[in-house]
């Protein structure tokens, strides 16, 4: 119960907690909206998803200076590859909440005359391209990791190899399938590289979408949200799983 408390008073906790319900009412309204006794419990799930919507808006208000701050603490990384991506990443995800508050005051009434489709377009091209770079970044992790298992591979007299090693020296390089597997392996050995991929695929269901690059439905958008922010809430639970920057 104290973990679920400490959790919950994180405004990231709420944040993927209301994030969570958010897709769940999308996911759950895409399922019912083809019943016709259903109309007014879809009606219920859209508005309380819009609530949510709502309600993260404001709880990511000031994420713009966390942004920035983690743009100048990646910019000192000593390897070029994730410094380039991940800061990149960081100034557009900056962009994304600028937009995102330009959003908000649209929302409360603040500023009525905020072309909202605009701004919409701007917040959804900029968290676009920062899950873009994030997925670089997780590409570059894992070609680095592949590239060691191989050279590790080529030492097969080498006695220190553990069982793991072992497991991928057995694997050759020279087709798709034992490319695969090899893959398979890496991803198997960290967890926090794993499901960081996973997150930042699903999350570019909804931009996809939403910019018409690849058009799905709102089933889709909402299942893959809902996985991502599933994703979230443990990592946020347990810090260790948490791809490190």
């Not at 008073?9 to 083809?34: H, I, K, P, W």
Request: aromatic residues 10%.
């Amino acid at each position: 119960m104290e973990a679920f408390v400490d959790f919950t008073n994180r405004s990231q906790g709420r944040d993927q907690l209301f994030r969570a319900t958010q897709y769940s009412c999308m996911l759950l309204g895409y399922v019912l909206e083809r019943k016709a006794d259903a109309g007014k419990l879809v009606a219920k799930l859209r508005q309380l998803e819009s609530g949510m919507s709502s309600g993260r808006k404001m709880f990511r208000l000031g994420n713009m200076v966390h942004a920035m701050v983690a743009a100048r603490r990646t910019v000192r990384l000593p390897d070029v590859v994730p410094r380039f991506c991940l800061t990149t990443s960081n100034v557009t995800r900056a962009l994304y909440f600028v937009c995102d508050g330009v959003l908000w005051l649209k929302s409360v009434g603040l500023q009525p005359d905020i072309d909202k489709q605009k701004w919409h377009n701007w917040a959804t091209k900029c968290y676009y391209f920062s899950l873009l770079m994030n997925l670089a970044r997780d590409w570059y992790e894992i070609y680095w990791r592949l590239e060691e298992a191989v050279l590790k591979k080529t030492m097969k007299q080498n006695p220190s190899w553990d069982k793991e090693d072992q497991e991928l020296s057995c694997l050759k390089s020279d087709s798709l399938s034992s490319f695969l597997l090899l893959l398979v392996q890496i991803l198997k050995r960290h967890p926090p590289l794993l499901l960081d991929m996973v997150k930042n695929l699903c999350d570019l269901s909804g931009p996809l979408d939403t910019l018409g690059i690849y058009k799905t439905n709102s089933g889709v958008v909402g299942f893959c949200g809902l996985i991502s922010s599933l994703v979230g809430i443990l990592t946020l639970a347990s810090p260790h799983l948490k791809l490190k920057q």
